[in-house]
């Protein structure tokens, strides 16, 4: 019973669990897996009788622990991936608020901060996000991994040079204030590109934008970023007016904790999810994924995206 009772009082975790496990892998599915081993390595410990002192720690390392091994083989298939890799999107939406992990994922693990994680070794990555995203001291980021605080204090220093060498500091969650300015930038945004309201688009737009898309090779998308005001502005327009014109809708959602939409058909199955990363008043990147292999998380997913299979 005791078992049984530490690992019901350890659910209370479950949101960091995922949030760490997500951050390692950027994968919801792989995130979600991850957190039930752990869960189930905990239950297995408590049944052979061995005392878990503090279950939270135990499951944040497992967790951690789980996810370096998981990037070992991530790594190798993303060498081969097709396209642009994004990060499966966590959605929450005023009709779908999603699971509660999924909700009260950190709001530092924004898709670039993701993507700009990709440069650096599983222990590097870890090391970082628990430092960076998390707010560890170097004693747990240590216990954690499995390493000194004198070696996690260099590899958190390298790490954040390779990072910075990568165009871009740590992310961080914006204030309440800036929520709101970015949710109202957001749906004006949205509101130009379905009118085709270029000028009102390209006044939203950063000089410097990049759109970034993600289809895996299985869906419609850009296969290298797309920079420039007017190029990101007519692939916007043009790109939203094809599925308008095929019956889709946008609902508006926060996406890693950013403002988004999700695309969906009229048989509300998912097209796409967008992110749009605000800073300053514009919109500096965007990212789209298309990639049904991403989306089937947030429900059915949609063929209208889907590129004719081969042969």
Not at 53 to 76: D, E, F, M, W
Not at 257 to 283: C, F, K, M, N, Q
Request: net charge neutral.
């Amino acid at each position: 019973m005791t078992g049984t009772r530490g690992v019901m009082d350890s659910v209370a975790y479950r949101p960091l669990l995922f949030s760490i496990a997500y951050g390692m892998t950027g994968s919801v599915s792989d995130a979600e897996d991850i957190v039930q081993d752990a869960f189930l390595g905990l239950t297995r410990a408590q049944q052979a009788g061995t005392e878990i002192a503090t279950p939270k720690a135990y499951l944040t390392t497992s967790v951690t622990r789980l996810g370096i091994n998981h990037l070992g083989s991530a790594r190798a298939r993303r060498e081969t991936y097709v396209g642009e890799w994004l990060p499966e999107p966590v959605v929450v939406t005023g009709d779908r608020p999603g699971p509660a992990e999924h909700a009260e994922l950190a709001d530092s693990l924004s898709m670039a901060f993701l993507v700009l994680l990709e440069a650096l070794s599983p222990v590097e990555r870890a090391v970082f996000m628990l430092r960076e995203a998390f707010g560890y001291d170097y004693q747990d980021v240590a216990r954690t991994t499995g390493k000194s605080e004198a070696n996690c204090r260099q590899i958190f220093a390298r790490a954040r040079k390779r990072i910075a060498a990568a165009g871009q500091g740590a992310d961080s969650a914006p204030p309440l204030a800036r929520r709101t300015e970015g949710e109202e930038l957001a749906r004006r945004f949205f509101e130009a590109a379905e009118g085709g309201d270029m000028d009102a688009l390209l006044g939203m737009l950063a000089p410097d934008v990049v759109y970034h898309g993600d289809g895996g090779g299985k869906a419609r998308a850009t296969r290298n970023p797309v920079t420039e005001r007017q190029r990101v502005g007519r692939l916007l327009v043009g790109g939203i007016r094809r599925v308008l014109t095929l019956g889709a809708a946008l609902r508006p959602a926060w996406v890693n904790g950013r403002p988004g939409a999700v695309t969906y058909d009229t048989a509300r199955h998912v097209v796409s999810v967008v992110e749009l990363d605000i800073a300053d008043g514009v919109i500096r990147a965007i990212h789209s994924v298309s990639n049904p292999d991403k989306l089937g998380h947030l429900g059915p997913v949609s063929d209208m995206a889907r590129l004719p299979e081969n042969g």
